[in-house]
């Protein structure tokens, strides 16, 4: 990646302007999609630093690998929790939008139950330093929009409920189930993600279980055997 300079990081001198005149709107264009790929920049950057240094990975380390300084980090995120919230809404909506695909192009409601908790588990494992930064948020920010995207896929597991109880529109207890059923699976993906490799199964066998047991209970035969 093509370093840029402290000056690249904020307003050039204009040529030839009168003092208090504003930028053109071309310019001013222009100085924006700067902003934004450099900003893209800096989040893959950061992103890479976590992937491999852990979710506590230290600014300076971020910035290293960035080829920048923290100062500029700190210029375009404010702090720890705003390159956090921006790191968030990147992986957030990404993962949002995977799991949203899976389920609504499946062609019945188990199995769309089945490939959206295959294709959560398959995006955390991808990256479970990256997942613990996103999804532990310290700041309320962050944690509303993950609020946010849970409300937006618990509506889709009750659409798919709904189609497993033959259209019937859900009430009562029922309305608690695509919320716990979430929680079900962030917790026990959770949980598979801290154990080593080797000592845990695949995603495809977690999915199968974690399907089954959310249809039929912790009683209901382990799938395969």
Do not use: C
């Not at 404010?78 to 993962?95: H, T």
């Not at 188990?110 to 999804?135: H, K, R």
Request: glycine letters at 8%.
């Amino acid at each position: 990646m093509k370093q840029i300079t402290l000056q690249s990081e904020s307003h050039p001198p204009a040529q030839n302007q009168a003092v208090g005149a504003r930028p053109s709107d071309g310019r001013a264009t222009r100085w924006d999609e700067h902003r934004s790929l450099r900003r893209d920049e800096l989040v893959l950057a950061a992103r890479r630093a976590i992937h491999h240094g852990g979710p506590g990975v230290a600014m300076g380390d971020i910035a290293a690998e960035a080829g920048t300084s923290k100062s500029v980090y700190y210029r375009y995120f404010g702090d720890k929790d705003g390159l956090r919230r921006a790191i968030g809404d990147d992986v957030v909506s990404k993962l949002s939008a995977a799991v949203v695909e899976a389920g609504r192009t499946a062609p019945d409601p188990v199995a769309a139950l089945t490939a959206m908790i295959g294709t959560y588990l398959a995006q955390a494992e991808a990256s479970p330093n990256t997942y613990a930064f996103v999804m532990a948020p310290e700041d309320a920010g962050q944690a509303d929009a993950l609020k946010h995207v849970s409300d937006h896929l618990a509506e889709l597991f009750r659409e798919r409920l709904e189609e497993l109880h033959r259209g019937a529109e859900l009430g009562g207890e029922h309305l608690f189930w695509p919320h716990a059923a979430l929680g079900f699976i962030k917790a026990a993906g959770e949980a598979w993600l801290e154990r080593e490799p080797h000592e845990r199964p695949s995603a495809p066998e977690l999915t199968a279980t974690l399907t089954a047991w959310l249809l039929s209970g912790p009683l209901a035969p382990t799938p395969g055997t």
